[in-house]
């Protein structure tokens, strides 16, 4: 499904069944060198089981046309004005890595606009070592590479995943630089890990949610570890929101780690 935003066009993964805006409506949102296609499972069951799904393409990322945000902010005024295009006016928004930080930072703002929060590999601070920074402006393969081994636990796909004898790391390489190489103007690799590591709004973010939010974590994950998740954990519960808390035994991609399971915990939360 394309849709005009902010005079760009977006792309998003609607999960193989017709957008209804009258539906209960999800967003995901990828995270940095990512696409909607990271979220296969769990968007297209949630399609097929009364959900409206809209997994988008960030700007300037894959299918998406338009500025490639350079920040959380800019991000999270671009999920705004995407629910302003569908005609939804209230969606949960579920978010990986750096898409959770922007799915924070629009459900703080949106208020009750936002039915359910879902955190999905958090942090906060989500600092990023300047290394990886400079490497992913002037060695990219090299940073693909670091990451790729940092977000992993295995490198096995379970079979509900991506299918029996799928080569993750090869994959998740190859969509990496499929997601770069889809920007020539802008290197969305960089800008992308210089908006985690800048962002300064988090705990205000969610003191300022009128929704539940669930934090997904992962016990293995090198790249967000679960422990970084504490302060926005304690933040909100300071703040009386409410909280869930699930913890899976894999690293930083929990999708296709432990695909079930993530998307159990996260319809689960939706209906609750």
């Known amino acids: 499904m394309e849709l005009t935003v902010n005079g760009a066009k ?18 995901f949102i990828h995270g940095v060198l990512n696409d909607h296609s990271v979220w296969i499972l769990q968007s297209r069951y949630l399609a097929h089981h009364g959900f409206n799904v809209l997994a988008v393409d960030l700007p300037g990322h894959a299918r998406s046309e338009g500025e490639a945000p350079a920040s959380v902010e800019a991000a999270a005024d671009f999920i705004a004005a995407l629910l302003d295009a569908a005609g939804v006016q209230k969606a949960a928004l579920v978010g990986h890595s750096w ?5 924070l930072e629009a459900a703080g703002r949106l208020k009750e606009r936002i039915t359910h929060a879902v955190l999905v590999g958090t942090a906060y601070p989500m600092k990023v070592s300047p290394a990886l920074i400079e490497a992913s402006l002037n060695q990219p393969e090299k940073a693909l590479a ?14 509900s995943a991506l299918g029996p004898g799928t080569w993750v790391y090869g994959a998740s390489m190859a969509l ?4 770069l190489r889809s920007n020539p103007r802008v290197n969305v690799f960089h800008r992308g890990f210089v908006a985690c590591d800048t962002y300064a709004h ?14 997904l974590l992962g016990a293995q994950d090198q790249m ?22 699930v913890t899976l035994p894999v690293g930083h991609h929990q999708m296709t780690e432990t695909p079930d399971a993530t998307l159990f915990a996260i319809r689960d939360f939706l209906q609750a």
């Open 146 to 159: 670091m990451i790729n081994v940092f977000s992993r636990s295995t490198l096995a796909a379970p079979p």
């Open 224 to 245: 967000t570890q679960a422990k970084a998740a504490k302060p926005l954990i304690d933040a909100a519960q300071a703040a009386g929101k409410t909280v869930k808390v």
């Open 99 to 103: 898409g959770s930080l922007i799915a």
């Open 10 to 27: 977006t792309y998003c993964y609607t999960g193989g069944k017709p957008f209804d805006a009258a539906k209960p409506t999800v967003v």
């Open 176 to 179: 990496g630089r499929r997601v």
């Open 202 to 215: 988090g705990e205000a973010a969610v003191k300022a949610l009128t929704c539940p939010v669930l934090f």
